[in-house]
């Protein structure tokens, strides 16, 4: 159990963090902000969705031959196995017995593991209160049909027990969640108030500027991602397919036509941006952040040469393929170190820019003095 346990905190903490930028995003989009509250209720999520399919599905067997023939599970439909068996063995050993016996810690596990259930979905997602219990008992259905097929065909055989009676263990568990989050503090806003909040524009923090360019990293790493693979097959699918083997010549042709569309990729990624609208990065676009004034009164030329110092400088390295691009880490801790003397930043120091919430460029009914400008 302790290795399930730990096994499940440390898969849903990788979810979690493969999955923060997303969710920023998804924050920013439907919500005008982050919250960070919001977000350790969501790893809670991931780590919750973790632990139930450690503790249904493993730890998997030793499928040696054999094992099947001899460990093969049948499904236990009768609803009243558990009651049946309790007074069964009262009468055996006596009614002190039952507080010692696995029988009843397992009803009462059962029980335990789907009580974050209904706190959970509740909390976060705001579902009614019908539709927290019947996605309970959907989940506990689907875990019980996981069981009693062997993974879906994925184990040779049936090797934990599919119990009808977990199906009303798991959703009582989830209506104990539901009273709970009705009793205990909210700590979070609720998606009412935010979405309320979403237009209004707010100052521009050090924070922001920082999740504005941890997008772009992620941006921009996720094109010259999609660029070295399309420059890398179109030119094995020049040279006989993918399948042939290259010789040590083609191989260096090949490592610079992957660094070459990687680096067109990313460009693109960074200047396509400054050439349209606001003039922000996609990164800032996502956070709701852009260059000010408005592209109007600012030179696009200056938005270019914007997008150009961080995002673009680290497009330009990866022409040079190794050993440049070991200098694009550097150049992007030069950039986050220029946020924390302003949160400005380089590409807008040097360019003369400031930035400001994007939504008050729109024309947000909140005024000016409702927003700090970035100048310093």
């Known amino acids: 159990m302790k290795s399930q346990v730990l096994g499940s905190i440390l898969v849903g903490l990788a979810v979690s963090a493969v999955l923060f930028l997303p969710l920023v995003v998804w924050q920013y989009r439907r919500y005008g902000r982050f919250d960070g509250l919001r977000m350790l209720w969501t790893a809670a999520g991931f780590v919750y969705a973790s632990a139930i399919a450690a503790f249904t599905v493993f730890p998997l067997p030793d499928f040696t031959p054999g094992y099947c023939a001899a460990h093969a599970t049948t499904p236990l439909l009768d609803p009243l196995r558990f009651p049946n068996d309790l007074i069964a063995h009262a009468d055996q050993n006596g009614v002190g017995s039952l507080l010692s016996d696995w ?100 100052p521009v923090t050090r924070g922001r500027r920082l999740l504005g360019m941890l997008l772009d990293a992620w941006y921009l790493t996720l094109a010259a991602i999609i660029g ?11 040279h006989g397919g993918t399948g042939q083997e290259l010789s040590p010549t083609q191989l260096l042709v090949l490592e610079a036509w992957i660094f070459h569309g990687a680096a067109l ?60 691009a070991l200098l694009i880490p550097i150049w992007g801790i030069i950039a986050l170190l220029s946020v924390s003397i302003s949160a400005r930043g380089l590409s807008y120091a040097v360019t003369g820019c400031d930035i400001r919430d994007a939504r008050l460029i729109a ?13 310093k």
């Not at 070295?228 to 020049?238: D, E, F, K, N, V």
């Not at 922000?280 to 938005?303: D, H, M």
């Not at 400088?313 to 190794?322: D, M, P, T, Y």
């Open 103 to 202: 029988l009843v810690w397992e009803f009462a596990l059962n029980m335990v593991l789907f009580i974050p259930f209904g706190l959970i979905v509740r909390r976060v997602l705001e579902w009614p209160r019908a539709l927290v219990l019947a996605a309970a008992f959907a989940t506990s259905l689907l875990i019980e049909l996981t069981q009693l097929t062997g993974n879906w065909g994925l184990a040779p055989c049936s090797y934990r027990f599919a119990d009808v009676t977990d199906l009303f263990t798991n959703t009582t568990g989830a209506i104990i969640g539901i009273g709970l989050e009705k009793i205990t503090p909210r700590l979070l806003s609720n998606k009412a108030h935010l979405l309320s909040q979403r237009d209004r524009a707010r």
């Open 228 to 238: 070295g693979t399309i420059t890398s097959t179109l030119y094995a699918l020049g």
């Open 265 to 324: 990729t990313a460009l693109l990624t960074a200047v396509v941006p400054a050439l349209v609208t606001d003039g922000g990065s996609l990164g800032q676009r996502s956070v709701y952040l852009a260059p000010a004034p408005a592209p109007k009164t600012l030179a696009r030329p200056r938005l270019i040469v914007r997008a150009l110092i961080t995002q673009g400088g680290a497009a330009i390295l990866l022409v040079g393929g190794f050993p440049w």
């Open 363 to 375: 024309g947000s009914r909140y005024a000016v003095a409702d927003v700090l400008w970035v100048s």
